[in-house]
T-cell receptor, first 113, second 111 residues
Framework: QKEVEQDPGPLSVPEGAIVSLNCTYSNSAFQYFMWYRQYSRKGPELLMYTYSSGNKEDGRFTAQVDKSSKYISLFIRDSQPSDSATYLCATEKGGSTLGRLYFGRGTQLTVWP | DAGVTQSPTHLIKTRGQHVTLRCSPISGHKSVSWYQQVLGQGPQFIFQYYEKEERGRGNFPDRFSARQFPNYSSELNVNALLLGDSALYLC??????????FGPGTRLTVL
């Protein structure tokens, strides 16, 4: 079993739709949770960074962490064609392994006009 | 401010050869991590360096090695290349090991 599971999609939605992206993780030692956006053949871009359970909002993006169910989500409101990319969730244990990220395989999102 | 830079952008090698990839972190960042991303998969951790010391190593063979220089830039070396080493190699920097910012990557093709 992988440390972080993520449905690869692909996910295709019309412009303006609300997008929900999800990951599950297996190790309760994970303390930090991230979402990255990766355009084709580019490096990942950090979108959201959260610690522990709860919600964090940044513009059209909301990250949600539920540590009790080991479930992390990213919501994109009013999606735009420019949001079309692969979205990677990542987690980190902290402590002595701070800086070692565990990634899901990514969900490919297409937003069509 | 300049982000993380990596060189070269693309590289083509043959099996058995050696390769060196380079990374310059964001100014002021002392931690550099290396990841391998195979097509269709998420990045996989290879190494982390902080203040020129190795802080972590992923599940990669000894053919993979790295180092960090006094100016915090870093090199990733891979010896005896295999076809399976073909991937996008990503470098990430952070100020304290928490939020990590990635470079554009080096795309390595092994023939």
């Amino acid at each position: 079993q992988k440390e972080v599971e993520q449905d690869p999609g692909p996910l295709s939605v019309p412009e303006g739709a609300i997008v929900s992206l999800n990951c599950t993780y297996s190790n309760s030692a994970f303390q930090y949770f991230m979402w990255y956006r990766q355009y084709s053949r580019k490096g990942p871009e950090l979108l959201m960074y959260t610690y522990s359970s709860g919600n964090k909002e940044d513009g059209r993006f909301t990250a949600q962490v539920d540590k009790s169910s080991k479930y992390i989500s990213l919501f994109i409101r009013d999606s735009q064609p420019s949001d079309s990319a692969t979205y990677l969730c990542a987690t980190e244990k902290g402590g002595s392994t701070l800086g070692r990220l565990y990634f899901g395989r990514g969900t490919q999102l297409t937003v069509w006009p | 401010d300049a982000g993380v830079t990596q060189s070269p952008t693309h590289l083509i090698k043959t099996r058995g050869q050696h390769v060196t990839l380079r990374c310059s972190p964001i100014s002021g960042h002392k931690s550099v991590s290396w990841y391998q991303q195979v097509l269709g998969q998420g990045p996989q951790f290879i190494f982390q360096y902080y203040e020129k010391e190795e802080r972590g190593r992923g599940n990669f063979p000894d053919r993979f090695s790295a180092r960090q220089f006094p100016n915090y830039s870093s090199e990733l070396n891979v010896n005896a290349l295999l076809l399976g080493d073909s991937a996008l190699y990503l470098c990430a920097s952070s100020s304290s090991g928490t939020e990590q910012f990635f470079g554009p990557g080096t795309r390595l093709t092994v023939l």
